[in-house]
């Protein structure tokens, strides 16, 4: 299939290095989902935009096609795409509850969690589009 990331048949060994960019987007969406609720500007300002809901979706758009980018050069995009996906969305979910139960001043937020999932969504849609990679 032309422009198909894996249609080399070349079995390639995972390398670390394409995992660095996904861990650190990773661990920086979690770094801000810490930030304690006093911490973060007046909700007035986030409501009027729904500001808050694009920034998870931007969040996560970028998460997600880094992820998928990571899985592309690994040769592996075919194989793990709807594990990548799944777990991606899961990640999401958790760390909105995970805001509820140990985080200070935050909450889960229903709207937060759906646009963690079209980010995602986003993100390998982005992917698609730029690597032309349609599988």
Known sequence: MRGDLNDSGIS??????????????AFMILGLHAIPG???PPEVMFDLFHADKLIHLLMFGVLSCSVFVGLGKSGSIRKYKWFAGGTLLMYGIGLEFAQDIWFVGRYASLGDMIADGLG????????????????
């Open 12 to 25: 390639r060994d995972f390398q670390w290095r394409h995992a660095t960019v996904p861990a650190c987007c």
């Open 38 to 40: 006093e911490d973060l």
């Open 120 to 135: 995602v969504l986003a993100g390998r849609l982005a992917f698609r589009g730029v690597y032309g990679c349609w599988n």
